[in-house]
């Protein structure tokens, strides 16, 4: 079946800091992997993407790449600001299924 | 605003009501998804609609769930007889889906309910 494994939190960084959040997956077929972040008082908004393997999505400064042969998705980025603290979610969609497959959340707090 | 939007915000109920969650979706998304979100877990997978047609229900956690989405546009998500247990936050996404391809699902800004 699906599933994904996520780093568990919560994870507290000083600013500049860098990040990785690990995430693991299991999927019949080839899925596409996002993270989601949901800031405080806000809805779930994608972050970014990767729909085949080796595909690297970025955003905001963040980077993840599809890794088939380790069936990871680790999220990273270089220097983490204040105003990343969030809860982080690795999910997948396996063309199958059509829905989201989500790990449990990763809270983060980055501290001045 | 033209995002996912979902009413209300907030629900508290007694045991035992019936309650009903409404979802709008951004217009031109033909898929509509129900997710439930329990306290530190991530989004759970219920149910969607592609246009009216319901799809995929296997996913709804008992009888006591259903949803609608009778024009293709706006869905009801609900509960009968709750119970403590359904206390969680209930998301709504929709996307665009055509020739087997599937764009990002945007989410709703949720409904929490809370049953005592």
């Known amino acids: 079946g699906n599933s994904v494994t996520q780093m568990e939190g919560p994870v507290t960084l000083s600013e500049e800091a860098f990040l990785t959040i690990n995430c693991t997956y299991t999927?019949?077929?080839?899925?596409?992997l996002f993270w989601y972040v949901q800031y405080p008082g806000e809805g779930l908004q994608l972050l970014l993407k990767?729909?085949?393997?080796?595909d690297k999505g970025s955003n905001k400064g963040f980077e993840a790449t599809y890794r088939k042969e380790t069936t990871s998705f680790h999220l990273e980025k270089g220097s983490v600001q204040v105003s990343d603290s969030a809860v982080y979610f690795c999910?997948?969609?396996?063309?199958?299924?059509?829905?989201?497959?989500f790990g449990t959340g990763t809270r983060l707090t980055v501290i001045p | 605003d033209t995002g996912v939007s979902q009413d209300p915000r907030h629900k508290i109920t007694k045991r035992g009501q019936n309650v009903t969650f409404r979802c709008d979706p951004i217009?031109?998304?033909?898929?509509l998804y129900w997710y439930r979100q329990t306290l530190g877990q991530g989004p759970e997978f219920l149910t969607y609609f592609q246009n009216e047609a319901q799809l995929e229900k296997s996913r709804l956690l008992s009888d006591r769930f259903s949803a609608e989405r009778p024009k293709g546009s706006f869905s009801t998500l609900e509960i009968q007889r709750t119970e403590q247990g359904d206390s969680a936050m209930y998301l709504c996404?929709?996307?665009?889906?055509?020739?087997?391809?599937?764009?990002?699902?945007?989410f709703g800004p949720g409904t929490r309910l809370l049953v005592l």
């Open positions: 217009s031109e998304h033909n898929r």
């Open positions: 990767a729909t085949k393997a080796d």
């Open positions: 999910a997948l969609s396996d063309a199958g299924a059509n829905n989201l497959f």
């Open positions: 996404a929709s996307s665009f889906w055509r020739d087997g391809y599937q764009e990002t699902q945007y």
């Open positions: 999927a019949t077929g080839y899925p596409s």
